[in-house]
């Protein structure tokens, strides 16, 4: 009797920059991971009996998708599947940032404040009081409808605000050209007893995230389709693979 290969797979999902020598990073918590041939069907339909069918058939590998969802939310996972550059900003004071207030309304600001320190008017005499001219809401400020702030004139900034804002991931999107990666996923098979698993793909096509959900009822997930291409510089011997192979523990 066959020895049974069911699976049910768990594990973590590792990537660097295709042929950049650099420690793999891991994208962190995962719900999918998926290789799938692409095919182009070339079929010769039989010809010689009235009941037609097919004489023979060729499926041929037009290429590999490869789709994989992130559910951290973080700087570098953001920065991959945007095409974008992450950074950290320090933790720091602003003083003196130009704003445009009106009654009612929020105020954003440059970064995410932490706590708002003093609201003044643009030339910097008048002080208005926390609480009743503004309050701190969301990392902004909020302008209630009795503030005594006076309108702003043509759109132009009517208020100075110094606030403090903590250490912040901060991504600027598109602004990178696409990238190729090298990915592996170490995994254990639940339905064999937690026997180890391990795909290494050689080299992937940047994707673009499908959609960023930030509001909703159910946790955030980062879907990210790419593509497999072929790495010549890995398939140094017959029978090895330019694009990807499998280990399993017996």
Do not use: C
């Amino acid at each position: 009797m066959a020895e049974d290969h069911s699976y049910i797979g768990s594990g973590v999902v590792l990537i660097r920059e295709w042929n950049s020598g650099e420690p793999f990073q891991e994208i962190g918590n995962v719900s999918a991971f998926a290789v799938a041939p692409q095919t182009n069907t070339i079929e010769l339909a039989d010809n010689q009996n009235p009941g037609g069918g097919t004489a023979n058939r060729v499926d041929r590998v037009t290429g590999y998708n490869l789709n994989y969802t992130f559910h951290d939310f973080n700087t570098a996972n953001f920065a991959r599947a945007t095409r974008g550059k992450a950074s950290t900003i320090a933790a720091a004071s602003v003083d003196d940032e130009p704003a445009i207030a009106a009654k009612g309304s929020f105020v954003p600001l440059k970064k995410l404040a932490s706590s708002i320190t003093m609201v003044e008017d643009s030339t910097g005499t008048t002080e208005y009081e926390e609480g009743s001219d503004y309050r701190y809401e969301r990392g902004m400020l909020f302008i209630p409808a009795e503030s005594t702030i006076p309108a702003p004139v043509a759109g132009e900034p009517n208020v100075r605000v110094t606030y403090q804002h903590g250490d912040l991931g901060h991504v600027e999107a598109g602004v990178t050209s696409q990238k190729f990666y090298e990915m592996q996923f170490y995994g254990a098979n639940e339905a064999r007893g937690g026997k180890l698993v391990r795909m290494v793909v050689h080299k992937v096509s940047g994707g673009l995230i499908e959609s960023m959900g930030l509001i909703g009822n159910e946790f955030g997930a980062g879907s990210v389709p790419g593509a497999l291409l072929k790495d010549s510089a890995k398939a140094t011997g017959p029978h090895m693979s330019a694009y990807y192979h499998w280990q399993e523990e017996k």
